[in-house]
Antibody, heavy 115, light 108 residues
Framework: EVQLVESGGGLVQPGESLRLSCAASGFTFINYYMSWVRQAPGKGLEWVASIKQDGGEKYYVDSVKGRSNISRDNARNSLYLQMNSLRVEDTAVYYC????????WGQGTLVTVSS | SSELTQDPGVSVALGQTVRVTCQGDSLRSYYATWYQQKPGQAPLLVIYGKNTRPSGIPDRFSGSSSGNTASLTITGAQAEDEADYYCSSRDSSGDHVVFGGGTKLTVL
């Protein structure tokens, strides 16, 4: 089955770190540009970060740049998002999405940043 | 970065045609991409490129663009089309993505 499955979300305190994972299956992962998109509770979608197929180029929204790192392990068919110095405003469901147009999404993992 | 503007809410009678619009400067350079999101679900790609539907998306969904405005048209809206619709596009750098705030479509 073609799917993306996110994990790693949870409740953390402001200033802490978290690493999100996205496991891909059913397709040739190395062929696809991959991204993270988030959605705060009751709010709209926000692009967070993207990475090219070989991991050589990475892009970030300004609000996470410098405290987040998107990476991938093509041998393990996995995408990651390391988030540091987490803020209350990072609270959201984080989705991984496949391709340039995000034709495939995972079910999301909830990150809650609260003291 | 640029911004995309959508009407917060639109309604349509069952079987009628509705247009959901998205405005922004980046749309002069890049096509909009449209996503449908139902409560508790991940977004679903419905239109990308000039006017391309992924496999499985009904042909009642179509996209168009003029100047700084992109539109998603649903011709013959069905009850199952009630959802939030988001537009997105690349920003001026081409490497970043911006979203509209979303439009809640109500089918009456």
């Amino acid at each position: 089955e073609v799917q993306l499955v996110e994990s790693g979300g949870g409740l953390v305190q402001p200033g802490e770190s978290l690493r999100l994972s996205c496991a891909a299956s059913g397709f040739t992962f190395i062929n696809y540009y991959m991204s993270w998109v988030r959605q705060a509770p009751g709010k709209g979608l926000e692009w967070v970060a993207s990475i090219k197929q070989d991991g050589g180029e990475k892009y970030y929204v300004d609000s996470v740049k410098g405290r987040s790192n998107i990476s991938r392990d093509n041998a393990r068919n996995s995408l990651y998002l390391q988030m540091n110095s987490l803020r209350v405003e990072d609270t959201a469901v984080y989705y991984c999405a496949r391709g340039f147009y995000w034709s495939l999404w995972g079910q999301g993992t909830l990150v809650t940043v609260s003291s | 970065s640029s911004e995309l503007t959508q009407d917060p809410g639109v309604s349509v009678a069952l079987g009628q045609t509705v247009r959901v619009t998205c405005q922004g400067d980046s749309l002069r350079s890049y096509y909009a991409t449209w996503y449908q999101q139902k409560p508790g679900q991940a977004p679903l790609l419905v239109i990308y490129g000039k006017n391309t539907r992924p496999s499985g998306i009904p042909d009642r969904f179509s996209g168009s663009s003029s100047g700084n405005t992109a539109s998603l048209t649903i011709t013959g809206a069905q009850a199952e089309d009630e959802a939030d619709y988001y537009c997105s596009s690349r920003d001026s750098s081409g490497d970043h993505v911006v979203f509209g705030g979303g439009t809640k479509l109500t089918v009456l």
